[in-house]
C-alpha cells in the first residue's frame, strides 16, 4: 500500500539573510523554512539584476502566503459550498459559483483547476 507523502509542516516563514560563509560567503539569501528544517533557498548573486533578486524575494514570500493561508482558505471554500448546496441553488449565478467552488476546491486537492 502507497503512503502519501506529506509537506513539511506549517506555518512557513521565509527569511532573508547574507551568507556568512561556504562558497556562497557574501551573497543574499532568501530561504523558506519550518524551524530549522530548510524548505527552499534561492542565492542571489552579484550576477543577478536588482529586479531579478526583488522579484525572487517576493516568489519566496508569496509562496509563504499561500502556503500559510492554503488550509483556511480551502475550509472557506467547502464550508461555503456546503451553504449553497442546503440553501438551495436557485439561480444561474448560484450554480456558476458552486461549480467554480467545487473545481477551485478539487485543485486545491491536487486535482486539475
Known amino acids: 500500500m502507497k503512503t502519501k507523502t506529506q509537506h513539511t509542516p506549517t506555518p512557513w516563514k521565509v527569511q532573508f539573510y547574507e551568507e556568512t560563509q561556504g562558497p556562497n560567503f557574501g551573497n543574499s539569501v532568501s530561504e523558506i523554512h ?3 528544517v530548510s524548505i527552499c533557498k534561492t542565492i542571489n548573486t552579484p ?7 526583488q522579484e ?41 459559483a458552486a461549480e467554480k467552488l467545487k473545481k477551485a476546491i478539487a485543485a486545491a486537492e491536487g486535482g486539475r483547476l
Open 34 to 36: 519550518n524551524d530549522g
Open 47 to 53: 550576477t543577478h539584476s536588482r529586479e531579478w533578486c
Open 56 to 96: 525572487s524575494d517576493a516568489n519566496m514570500a508569496f509562496i509563504v502566503r499561500a502556503v500559510n493561508s492554503h488550509k483556511a482558505l480551502l475550509d472557506a471554500a467547502k464550508f461555503s459550498l456546503s451553504v449553497h448546496k442546503a440553501q438551495g441553488l436557485f439561480d444561474m449565478s448560484e450554480k456558476m
